[in-house]
C-alpha cells in the first residue's frame, strides 16, 4: 500500500467489506492469502470458491465456504486455503471501491506475494462463443492503453499493462486442459454495456464497424473493469491477470441466444483454468 | 424510449433482469406500474418493498415480496402495487445497465405516466449525519450539471437537471413528517468512493479544501450514480428525484463511526418519505 495515513490511523473500517482493524483479526484471518480471485456476481463467485475447496481437497468436513462478510450483501467474500474469493459488482466504481478495501485489507493483514487474477464473462471479438481471452493489456474505448482517474478535481492518467509473465503462465496452463480456445489479447472496457438499446444514439451499422477497429487494434474481448484492476494492482505492485470466457461474438451481434445451461459451462472454463494454474503454483497434481 | 431499433426486434432478452419478452407477459407483469424506486444494494431495497407492502396494505396474505428476478443476484426486482423496486448496485456503469434495462422494460410493459425516484445513502457535506438530500441537480466532481458519456469512441454530454416540481413536492412530504431535516441541494456524483486510502495521492488537507469548495458550489451530498440517473431518465422523458441520506459529514472526516443500528435508521428515513409521497400520490392517508 502506498499510503502514509494508513500508519497513522488508530482504527480502519473496511466498510463495504463489514470489516475492521478493531472489530477482526485480520492478519489471523487472511495473513496466509497468496491467491485472490475476483469476478462480478456473488452467486458467480461461490461455486468458484467451491470449487477451489474440492480441487485443493479441503472438502473435509465439507458445506459450503461461508461468506467471510456476511454483514453486507455489496461484496461476498469467500477463503478455500490460501485462495481469496471475492465479488467485485458490475463496472469501474463498484470494483474500485472493493479493490481499494482488499489492498487495504492485505495490508492490513500482512499478506505477502499475492497473485491477484480477475475471471468473469465478456462480449467477444472474431472468436467462437466460449473461448477464453488472457488480457495482456486492458484498453479503453479509445483502444488506448491508459485508465483516467478522476482525483478530487484533476484527471490522472494511470498505464494499465499486466504481468506478461503471469499471462503466459495461465496460457501454459490452459494448453494442458486443451478443450477450449484460449488466446492472450488486449481487453476493452467500456463504461456502459450497452451504447445502445433504449437510448439508441447511432446505427447498427456505425457500432459494427467501431468493433471491427478495435478487433484491427488487437481487441478480443469487451467488459467494463479491466482498466480500474490493471492500473490499480499495477500501482500498488500486485501481480495481476485478467482471464475472461467471451459469451458471443459480437461481430455477430449483441443479444446472447444461448441457452443458459451453455453460458454457465462457459462461465465455468476460466475457473478451471485458474484452478489448474493455482494447482500447479501450489506444486498439486493437475486433474483432468 | 427513443429507440428505433426496438421494434424491429423479434425478441428482446433483458439479460440482467433475467427477463425477456418471449419468456415473460411483460404488460401483464408491469403494465400497472406507476412508481419505480431504485438503490444500490439488494437487501437495503427488499425492507423498502416489504415497507411499501405494509404502507399500501398490500399485506394480506403476508410473506415477503419475492424477487422477480430470482434468476440473477445481479440486480434485485420487487413488486408493491404500483411500486417496483430495483437495486442497481454500486457506481454509474451499475445503474446504466439496470436503467437501459428497466427503460425498456417499461416500454415493453406499456407503462404511463412512471415517476422514478433513486433512494440511497450518501455523504453529507456540513449537515448533521441523518439529514435527507433532496437533488436538484447532479453535478460532476468539477461542479458542472454535465454527464459525460462515452458512446462508441464519441463523448456525448447530456444535462442532469432533475424535475424541480417533484423535488418541491417530496420537500413538502418531508415536512409534514418532520422529525429529520431534509433539504434540497446540488449532489455531486464520483466515479470512484474513495479519492484517497490504498492510492493516496493528496493531503486530507487538499482534500477537505475540495469538499469546502463542493459546499461553496452548492453541493450538498456526495454519490456515485446522480448524473447517470439524472442524465439517463431526463433523456428517456422520465419523472425522476433523487432522495438520500448523509451518514456522515464528509467536512469532520470520511470514516463511519456511527453504529450499525443508527446507521440502519439513517437509511430507513428516505424510506418513510417515499412511502409518504407515495400514499399521498394515491390518495391514501399518511401514516405519521
Keep these: 500500500s502506498a499510503n502514509p495515513h494508513l500508519e497513522a490511523m488508530d482504527e480502519d473500517v473496511l466498510y463495504h467489506l463489514d470489516l475492521g482493524t478493531r472489530t477482526h483479526d485480520l492478519p489471523a484471518m487472511f495473513g496466509d492469502v497468496k491467491f485472490v480471485c475476483v469476478g462480478d456476481s456473488p452467486s ?6 467451491e470449487l477451489m475447496q474440492q480441487e485443493l481437497g479441503l472438502g ?33 466504481p463498484s470494483i ?10 492485505l495490508h492490513r493483514a500482512k499478506c505477502r506475494d499475492v497473485t491477484i487474477i480477475r ?52 496460457l501454459r496452463c490452459s494448453e494442458e486442459l486443451h478443450d477450449f480456445l484460449t ?9 456502459n454495456f450497452y451504447e445502445d438499446g433504449a437510448l439508441c444514439s447511432f446505427s447498427s451499422e456505425k457500432k459494427l464497424e467501431y468493433l471491427k477497429r478495435a478487433y484491427n487494434a488487437g ?43 451453455v453460458l454457465l459451462e462457459y462461465q465455468q472454463r476460466p475457473w478451471r483454468l485458474i484452478a489448474a494454474f493455482i494447482e500447479e503454483r501450489l506444486g498439486l497434481a493437475v486433474k483432468t
Excluded: W
Design 44 to 49: 458467480g463467485m461461490r461455486p468458484f470458491a
Design 60 to 92: 473435509g468436513g465439507g458445506g459450503r465456504p461461508a461468506d467471510l462478510c456476511a454483514g453486507t450483501d455489496r461484496y461476498a467474500t469467500f477463503r478455500a486455503g490460501p485462495v481469496l474469493t471475492v465479488s467485485h459488482g458490475m463496472g469501474i
Design 183 to 191: 488466446l492472450i489479447g488486449h481487453t476493452m472496457c467500456t463504461y
Design 219 to 261: 481487441v478480443r474481448n469487451t467488459e467494463m473493469e479491466s482498466t480500474a484492476f490493471a492500473a490499480t494492482c499495477g500501482l500498488c505492485g500486485l501481480k495481476a491477470a485478467i482471464v475472461c470466457v467471451t459469451l458471443l461474438d459480437r461481430l455477430e451481434g449483441d443479444q446472447t441466444r444461448a441457452p443458459r445451461a
Design 119 to 170: 475471471i468473469g464473462t465478456s462480449g467477444g471479438l472474431g472468436m467462437e462463443p466460449g473461448s477464453v481471452v488472457i488480457t495482456d493489456t486492458a484498453v479503453d474505448s479509445f483502444f488506448q492503453a491508459r485508465f483516467e482517474q478522476a482525483v478530487l478535481d484533476a484527471v490522472v492518467v494511470r498505464s494499465t499493462e499486466l504481468d506478461k509473465g503471469l499471462a503466459e503462465e495461465l
Design 96 to 105: 474500485s471501491v472493493m479493490l481499494h478495501e482488499l489492498i487495504k485489507l
